[in-house]
């Protein structure tokens, strides 16, 4: 049991911001930035834009002050059953951290119980609580099936994640329709290859392309 607190620790470390969110000081950075663009902040379309942008980030960035172990607390079941829980297509929209563009697209969550389960609609929040925050998909994806694992205490975890990524569609390289796909697997997910193929055949069947 400490074991396990620690390494729920270790996650939320990775987390949490050492300080809120400072709206002025982003209103201010905003304003300084629509100058440096060559715009006039006091135009009138522009006039409440740092004030709108700050709002904005406190809700893509909410996942920062979001505790996950208060969601999953009160949803945790004891059940007698032993096979694959899959939510699949679960989608979400995150921040790319490098250069705070969004990427977006679904995620994949399994795990294999052992004596407790869940609650389905926490499986999502997860997903949004790591998704809300400035990340790079390999870690949310890694964080995602970690605190799953370590939360539950499952026989294994498997997460895949499936995003597209506006810093490479609208700069640099510009491609539409490259997509970026990342797993992490805990227990049997990691031990078996026959775990592992039920899992990924079960997110492929029926899927389709995403778009946006």
Known sequence: MVNEQNNINDIMDEMVP????DLEA???????????????????????????????YTELLA??????IKIVNDALFEVTYDEMVIVRDIEFYSMC???MLPFMGRAHV??????????????????DVFAHRLQVQERMTRQIADFINDALLPKGV???????????????VKKQNARMTTSAVHGAFRRSLATRQEFFDNISRGSEPMRF
């Open 158 to 172: 498997g997460v895949v994640v499936e995003a597209l990524h506006l810093c490479t569609m609208m700069r640099g």
């Open 26 to 56: 982003i209103e201010k950075a905003v304003t300084l930035m629509l100058t440096a663009f060559g715009e006039n902040p006091s135009r009138k379309g522009l006039e409440r834009t740092p004030e709108r942008v700050a709002n904005m």
């Open 18 to 21: 050492s300080k809120n969110m």
């Open 97 to 99: 951290e490098h250069h």
């Open 63 to 68: 996942g920062y002050r979001v505790d996950p």
């Open 110 to 127: 399994a795990y294999l119980p052992m004596g407790r389960v869940i609650g389905l609609s926490k499986i999502p929040r997860i997903v």
